[in-house]
């Protein structure tokens, strides 16, 4: 049996990639990659020419049956994502679980995630959190805000620039405006940024400067005093 390792990537900054993902991306048989262009311009980075292979959300549940069989050969696979680890808002999930189901053998690498930075440099709790990265954007989110309405660890949500805005006021509408926010966009790039106060404070701001890049909003738990 081969080995599926799930190797993480920088969100940003080059060097954030470690010295063990550059070695088994280098050694693998197969680069599985969310997008083979993005991928391209990583690997080509750091010197790396294995053979890229397509693997997104859209052809997971087609590509993970015969990226078993490779394994099951004996082959080396890698599993990469366009920034960031795998599996976390980003696919994954499902061929890691085709391959436990096999009895393959999985090693995800420690390395780049945005959310953990942001949670950790927000000023809020990060003892116990909640990560529910993109809220469902339209059946279902109402739903799942009211849910999240009386929970008392901080929240953890990823958002795009087109909808940070909108996903703020509803906070305030859900969770009340004075509820503490951090939003931090551009993680470990040039123009990394954290905003934060109450989300009242954040939404004004935002409505003044326009929203750019991806985002991280971090919000306080319910009854959680500074």
């Known amino acids: ?56 959300k859209f052809n997971e549940h087609a590509t993970s049956a015969s990226v078993v069989e490779r394994l099951r050969a004996g082959q ?19 061929l890691v679980r085709e391959a436990v189901r096999a009895g393959i053998e999985v090693q995800t690498l420690p390395g780049a995630t945005a ?35 009386d929970e008392e660890r901080t929240m953890v949500f990823y958002e795009s620039p087109y909808r940070v805005v909108k996903t703020l006021q509803q906070f305030c509408e859900v969770f009340g405006p004075d509820r503490q926010v951090s939003v931090c966009r551009e993680i470990s790039k040039v123009y990394e940024e954290s905003v934060r106060g109450s989300l009242s404070e954040v939404v004004a701001h935002f409505l003044e400067h326009e929203p750019r890049g991806e985002f991280v909003i971090v919000v306080e738990g319910k009854n959680h005093k500074l």
């Open 76 to 94: 080396t696979v890698a599993l990469i994502s366009d920034a960031g680890t795998p599996g976390i808002s980003d696919p994954g999930f499902f």
């Open 1 to 56: 049996m081969g080995i599926l390792y799930v190797v993480p990537t920088p969100v940003g900054n080059m060097e954030d990639m470690t010295l063990r993902a550059i070695r088994i991306l280098k050694e693998a048989d197969l680069v599985l990659a969310e997008d083979t262009r993005t991928s391209g311009i990583l690997l080509k980075h750091f010197g790396i020419q294995q053979h890229l292979l397509s693997h997104h």
């Open 115 to 149: 959310f953990v930075p942001a949670l950790v440099s927000s000023g809020l709790p990060c003892d116990r959190f909640c990560f529910e990265g993109f809220l469902p954007q339209k059946k279902g989110r109402q739903t799942r805000l009211q849910w999240l309405a």
